[in-house]
């Protein structure tokens, strides 16, 4: 199927494709396509992201854990400067005039370093970056799970195309049977050896057919379609054949029923999280305890003051007495007391998060139940389908045989063209439902891959 894609460069450099820009076909294994998928994902993209915005914030979060320092500069302009007055004074009948003086520089200049250090909350800053890092955790989870399950979607699109294409061929062999069967009417007809209806039916029946041929094409094509938005290929730059390289084949597999439920546990994403939420809540549930304890915090404070000249108003920048420096430190405790009495708000969250902890957790058994029945039930689906499998390829054997020996008698003029086509409909029928059995057994293994939380087994 032709489709045009951005994408193609990408596809060169990831699967060592030598063919020049203009090929004509692309082939894909299915490691080969959940790679690219896996590249051009927007989705695991997103994922990414947020993982590194996780990871920010836990640096973020642990930068508490460090001194706070700052400085800082001040420049001040007066545009009218206070002065006191002049003071006269009168000793043994002499006056004497003391002038007045400023009492602040014309433009003062201060310099100042603050540093303060949180030293101790009782749990509230350890548990807060504790949630940082739970957050990174989910985060990272997610990223993992994305990855998981679009490659479970690739295989369960990759085998819905090797299906739809399987049963092409099908389809098709049908109806080179039904035009085979035409001309053997039309022989024998010539001959004389069969009237004109068997003829007349025989067209009938591969006119009939036709469209059934190719309703199986553009179920190919759509398959194909579908494959490529998973692997993210954009119709921009190029056409070209996509060919997925493959058999629509059962793998089968001896499961312990207790493994898979061991490994669910272990793997699940959707229990992981719970699990991780159930953490996050108790870790908030002690920071709303926490809150009704003090924080403890020092802080140092150093500052410098430009000097000036106290009877012109002057500034003095350098030289000696030009600055004079403050060294002030301390320690600060800060106690809520309002959280201490009964009706606080924090005795209400602490409440209410222990309720949604037994929540929480009773959540994570009734998830923990549904995985291992779920579990269960696949694996009856798995062996209802093998038995299919099994059945079918004696069906199939069967119907061969009959539609061989149908052909021969009809050649022989020993049977009408009605119990022809009844042979011929039988082997098709047989085919296309053995294939759709090794599909449904696949799609039924993809299930057990997200009920127990892997991609493969």
């Not at 993209?45 to 973020?60: C, E, F, G, I, M």
Request: aromatic share 8%.
């Amino acid at each position: 199927m032709k489709v045009k894609f951005k994408a193609f460069f990408i596809v060169v450099l990831f699967l060592g494709i030598s063919s020049c820009v203009m090929a004509e076909t692309i082939k894909l294994t299915l490691d080969e396509a959940i790679g690219l998928g896996l590249v051009n994902s927007t989705n695991i993209k997103q994922k990414l992201l947020a993982v590194n915005a996780a990871r920010a914030a836990v640096q973020s979060s642990k930068s508490s854990y460090y001194p706070s320092v700052s400085i800082g500069a001040t420049y001040t302009h007066l545009f009218k400067e206070q002065k006191t007055p002049d003071i006269t004074l009168v000793i043994s009948g002499d006056s004497i005039t003391i002038p007045g003086s400023y009492v602040a520089s014309s433009d003062p200049v201060s310099l100042s370093a603050d540093l303060s250090q949180t030293i101790y909350t009782f749990g509230k800053l350890k548990n807060s970056v504790s949630i940082t890092e739970e957050n990174l955790s989910l985060a990272e989870l997610d990223f993992e799970e994305e990855k998981r399950h679009i490659t479970v979607q690739i295989k369960r699109a990759f085998y819905w195309s090797l299906l739809a294409s399987e049963v092409l061929e099908v389809q098709k062999e049908t109806l080179r049977y039904k035009e085979e069967a035409l001309n053997v009417a039309r022989k024998r007809f010539a001959a004389g050896l069969s009237p004109d209806y068997e003829v007349l039916s025989a067209e009938s029946d591969v006119a009939n057919f036709r469209p059934v041929v190719i309703s199986a094409e553009n179920q190919v094509k759509y398959a194909i379609l579908a494959v490529m938005d998973l692997l993210g290929i954009k119709e921009e730059e190029g056409e070209f054949d996509i060919e997925l390289i493959g058999t629509l084949e059962p793998d089968y597999y001896d499961f312990v029923k207790t493994e898979l439920i061991d490994m669910a546990l272990k793997n699940k994403s959707e229990v992981k999280q719970y699990r991780k939420n159930i953490s996050l809540k108790e870790l908030t549930a002690e920071i709303t305890k926490s809150g009704r304890k003090p924080d403890i915090a020092g802080f140092v404070n150093y500052t410098l003051q430009s000097g000036y000249d106290s009877q012109t108003g002057k500034p003095k920048y350098w030289g000696e007495d030009s600055w004079e420096g403050n060294l002030t430190a301390g320690v600060s405790v800060q106690m809520p007391l309002s959280a201490l009495f009964p009706w606080s708000k924090e005795n209400a969250d602490i409440v209410k998060d222990t309720l949604d902890i037994e929540k929480l957790k009773l959540g994570l058994s009734s998830l923990e139940s549904d995985t291992r029945l779920d579990i269960v039930n696949i694996l009856l689906r798995l062996e209802e389908e093998r038995s299919k499998i099994l059945s079918g390829e004696k069906g199939v054997e069967l119907a061969s045989k009959l539609f061989r020996s149908s052909s021969e008698r009809y050649e022989n003029g020993m049977i009408s063209s009605m119990e022809l086509q009844d042979s011929q409909l039988g082997l098709n029928s047989a085919k296309v439902g053995y294939l759709q059995s090794i599909y449904n057994y696949k799609l039924a293994l993809y299930d057990l891959m997200d009920a127990v939380g892997v991609d493969h087994f």
